[in-house]
């Protein structure tokens, strides 16, 4: 018998650690399954102290790119020759320097006998314990290219998904901010040494003026005091998210918005049935995957409703089930899970519902941009405007006094 030493998940997603007697590497994960524990990393204990390792002083982290670049390279490869001379290869050419030191750290923990899943596992902040649990799913079925394959696709997925929501977010983005810059710079520069004609006009100035001055006055003279506070506010409010139960009020509250609350709940759930399609059609436990794919959810309401279904789906209710029990995921999905399991392609199914959960966030994002850059012109347009107006208001007041 021997030690190994573990990193698990447990039921609820929490992580585990701790050691276990076992024969094999292979028999210390099923003692591990039947403990309801499902490992992500497991290492043999030795009796003798490590020696410390320089290369471990700085630990780095893969890019997104670089890992998925990894990723679908790393599938081809071992389809074609050895693990350990493919994760030698890829180790070499890696760019930059940092992510050939990563690299070169799994290719040794391969070389010296661990199973790739716990040769990942040495670097944690570079693969995540969805993509090392995947990656021990495919050596134990024997499909390692495959399941490398899903993983690659899946990281892509992802990284198109970041991508169109950073575009569709940027330029209404832009524009705001040049709005605010434009007429801060009017109210605070322009403003002031206009209206400072008019104070020996004595006469009353209109209320549209008199608004504007207002204010100019407020922004010249406490500007720094707006940032400092707003600075303040935003560092606040960060903290108030680290808080659970102010983060899932909050979640909560987005959720019930009428239009951005249904789209927040169609991304989760598209990436929810996305990683979930990928996990089963690596032949991971539904449990172990969900397990895994809750903690993915940006939405802390749509994390705790996954958590939920975990626990029914373990008391015997089938996925469809658990989802509508939680009444948190769009019908759709629960749907198209409940017709993959009538069918026996769950993974399939979930793919399909991903893409169309994803083409709806799409095109109503693209309709809502159309409509967003013309608002915001008119906004500012507006605001400009108005000042303009309470400019040129005193102005045809005086003309109107001169010619009586």
Do not use: C
């Amino acid at each position: 018998m021997a030690d190994f030493r573990y990193a698990a998940l447990d039921s609820d997603g929490r992580e585990r650690r701790g050691r276990i007697k076992a024969t094999s590497p292979d028999a210390a994960r099923a003692a591990l399954i039947a403990k309801q524990l499902f490992a992500t990393q497991l290492d043999p204990v030795s009796d003798a102290a490590p020696a410390p390792s320089p290369a471990r002083a700085a630990p780095a982290r893969l890019s997104g790119r670089t890992l998925m670049l990894f990723t679908r390279q790393l599938a081809t490869l071992v389809s074609v020759m050895p693990l350990a001379d493919a994760l030698r290869t890829l180790a070499a050419q890696a760019e930059p320097e940092r992510a050939r030191a990563v690299l070169a750290r799994v290719h040794a923990g391969v070389a010296e006998g661990r199973r790739l899943a716990d040769a990942l596992a040495l670097e944690p902040k570079s693969f995540s314990a969805l993509y090392r649990a995947t990656v021990a799913a495919g050596e134990a079925s024997g499909t390692l290219p495959e399941s490398l394959e899903r993983v690659a696709a899946l990281l892509e997925r992802q990284a198109e998904v970041r991508g169109k929501i950073i575009a569709t977010l940027a330029y209404p983005a832009a524009l705001m901010v040049v709005a605010v810059v434009v007429v801060a710079a009017l109210m605070i520069f322009v403003v002031p040494k206009v209206v400072a004609q008019f104070d020996t006009v004595g006469q009353t100035l209109p209320l549209l003026t008199r608004i504007v001055i207002a204010l100019s006055d407020v922004l010249a003279a406490s500007w720094w005091a707006i940032l400092i506070g707003l600075a303040v506010a935003g560092f606040g409010f960060s903290r108030a998210l680290a808080r659970p139960a102010f983060r899932l009020r909050f979640d909560g509250w987005l959720l019930g918005l009428p239009v951005a609350g249904r789209l927040l709940r169609a991304l989760d759930a598209a990436r929810l049935a996305r990683t979930l399609a990928t996990m089963v059609a690596s032949r991971l436990p539904l449990v172990e995957a969900l397990a895994l794919t809750a903690p993915t959810l940006s939405n802390h309401v749509l994390r705790a409703a996954a958590t939920e279904a975990m626990v029914s789906i373990r008391e015997g209710a089938s996925l469809s089930a658990a989802l509508r029990r939680t009444e948190a995921f769009p019908p759709l999905l629960a749907a198209m899970a409940a017709g993959g399991e009538g069918a026996g392609r769950l993974d399939l199914m979930l793919a399909r519902a991903a893409d169309y959960l994803e083409r709806e966030f799409d095109s109503f994002t693209s309709t809502a941009l159309a409509l967003l850059e013309p608002a915001v012109i008119l906004i500012m347009g507006g605001m400009v405007a108005g000042i303009v107006l309470s400019i040129l208001l005193p102005l045809l007041q005086l003309n109107s006094l001169a010619g009586l």
